[in-house]
């Protein structure tokens, strides 16, 4: 596995450190969901941490990845990971190849 799919890859402790931090539940419309949703993407890098990672219901995902509705979801997604972690910075969410 290249080292940049592995980076942005979600482990199985991540999916349950974030599905425990998530409840279970679509931080967007509170239905259950899975913890996949990267946010910053892994096509733009985005690593497969907890930092990185909420859950999300399919419907949601699905607009957070394929609508009009990305950026308003992202912002919201984005303050509710500053309210978990202290010095949250999307800047340490990005696959660096040399860092």
Known sequence: MHKRTKACSISKQTKAKVYERD???CIFCHRP????AHVINRAHGGLGIEQNIVC?????HRRLDNT????????YAKR???GKYEGWNEDELI???WG
């Open 23 to 25: 409840d279970g539940l």
């Open 33 to 36: 969901g899975d913890p996949v």
């Open 56 to 60: 999300a219901c399919a419907e949601c």
């Open 68 to 75: 009009t509705s990305r950026q308003t979801m992202l912002e």
């Open 80 to 82: 509710y990971l500053r």
């Open 95 to 97: 696959y660096k190849k």
